[in-house]
């Protein structure tokens, strides 16, 4: 490279890093950063990862016996193409080994306590959620039966939700052209956001109000649509090359990988979404927010010491 090359190149980085530096010092940008270290979210990224690769998916195996074939069927086409383990089935591995469910076996072999036994088990994925939106709203951890019990009902009502969303998703895909893309990316970005913000309200126990969650649901609701879309697109590359390196093994990697991916979004989503609610520079919409709530961003080294409740 000669002269004149590095210049160019110690000038680009030289702005690279002058830019970098105005935008660190922006507080709500260094608020953003403290919280997300506070909250370890990488590491509970994993562990909520792991909770649904655990306790989540054996329950969605168990219900697809019990549900109507459509439902199913749209549930198994939109795991496969957000995961990309559909092109990697086919291409790779020659069978596909995401469907062919025997609703009969399933049925005789699960039986009543053990479809008992899934669901409950399945609850630890509702109550790690929960443990992480209390933790990002420095809220108590509300334990016990009634704990229990919330956690079940939205673990239900989020199944439903979120297999309404796949059944409007294919209905909406249908769409030629332009206008019809945006039409069905605004309609899943308004619906997912809408279901979060419940989800928010309802695993805090209703100690936020509806005001203060709005960020976050919309953020959350945006983000999780972009990263479904864009996983159609990155992941079945990738679920492709696993899968012939490991096997059957590597479709299991891959939908781990996602999963991963996803918790990360929500979390960094719900920290974003507290954030935006509660940074006083936002003036008119931070004052319209942040009215219904009472608790205030926890000074410099308390993200662990519970806030009041509101």
Known sequence: MDRDGHRRVATTVAWGRAHAERVLRLTTVRRLLSALLRLEVVDRSMALAAQALLAL???????AAFLPDTVVDAGLDRVRAVTGIGAAQTSV???????GVDVDQARSQAGVIGVLITVFSASSFSRAMQ???ERVWDQPHEGGLLGRRRSFVWLMAWLVGLQTL????????????????????TV??????????WSLHFLLHQRVRWRPLLPA???TGLAIVAYTAGSTLVMPAYATSSAGEFGALGLVLT????????????????????VVAEDPGLQALGRWITRGWRGAWPPRGSWRRRGPES
Not at 260 to 273: E, H, I, N, Q, Y
């Open 188 to 197: 899943r970005v308004l619906l997912a956001g809408l279901l979060w913000w």
């Open 131 to 133: 443990r992480a939106y």
């Open 93 to 99: 591995l020659g069978e596909d080994v995401t469907g």
């Open 166 to 185: 796949a059944l409007l998703g294919g209905v909406l895909g249908r769409g030629t052209g332009i206008a019809g893309s945006v039409l069905a990316f």
């Open 255 to 274: 939908v781990a990988t996602w999963l991963v991916g996803f918790a990360g979004v929500l979390l960094v989503s719900a920290v974003t979404g507290r």
């Open 217 to 219: 649901a919309a953020i």
């Open 57 to 63: 998916l054996p329950l969605l195996v168990v219900a």
